[in-house]
């Protein structure tokens, strides 16, 4: 099934919509809740690492990654790696986001993983690495059987997606959960943080709509691959 537009040019927008939730999640990291830190004696400053690193590390590179098979015109080959590439840095920085969030929690004497973000946040970092190990395993090396491989194939795609949708629908969920604790302890719930904390939550939903819509759209003619 394919969607009457070129993933090149679909690509556009969650390309714009990427620069702008990286911006808006840094502008809240930094210009209003004190900058990024990780060691400091103000703890918050260590877990902001962790939204910036989930935004723009697991969810906007995760989200080229997954384009990147579909949008770019460069042959097979090449898309594979940079699949497989993407992947593994957004892989590496959601684990050290996660590790952030339990790094503040740790030295602020919170509890860790009483919440439904944090339950799933640890699922999908899991569930990303065993895609990642299994696709690393049967389509680069050392690679399955011709057979193993178009079998593979659409459960490799489905689990994928499966997996991108959890994590853009829970970094929503800490979007909010973060937005609530500070306005339980004072923040003005139709001030300027508030707008942008939910802009921001709305443009990380826009941008996971895009991906899986350019994963639905028409390859590159140039593509060998289809």
Partial sequence: MAIGVKALHLA????????????????????????????????????????????????????QAIMSYKSLPLKKEVKKL??????????ILGIIGIYTAFKNHYE????????????????????????????FLVFFYPGGSTGLRSESVP?????????????????????????????????DKYGAEAFLVNFTAIVTILYGAFVIFTVFSHVPQEDDYK
């Fill in 82 to 91: 940079v699949h497989l590439v993407l992947h593994a840095i957004a892989l």
């Fill in 12 to 63: 556009f927008v969650p390309h714009a919509l990427a620069i702008a939730g990286a911006v808006m999640v840094l502008v809240w990291s930094i210009h209003f809740r004190g900058g990024l830190a990780w060691e400091s004696s103000n703890k918050n400053l260590i877990f902001n690492i962790h939204p910036v690193l989930m935004l723009i590390g697991f969810i906007i590179i995760g989200g």
């Fill in 108 to 135: 602020s004497s919170i509890p860790n993983l009483y919440s439904l973000h944090s339950w799933l946040g640890m699922g999908i970092i899991v569930l990303y690495g065993i895609q990642w190990i299994y696709g």
């Fill in 155 to 187: 459960w490799h795609v489905l689990l994928g997606l499966f997996v991108y949708v959890l994590a853009v629908s829970n970094a929503s969920l800490g979007f909010l959960e973060k937005l609530t604790f500070l306005e339980n302890s004072g923040l």
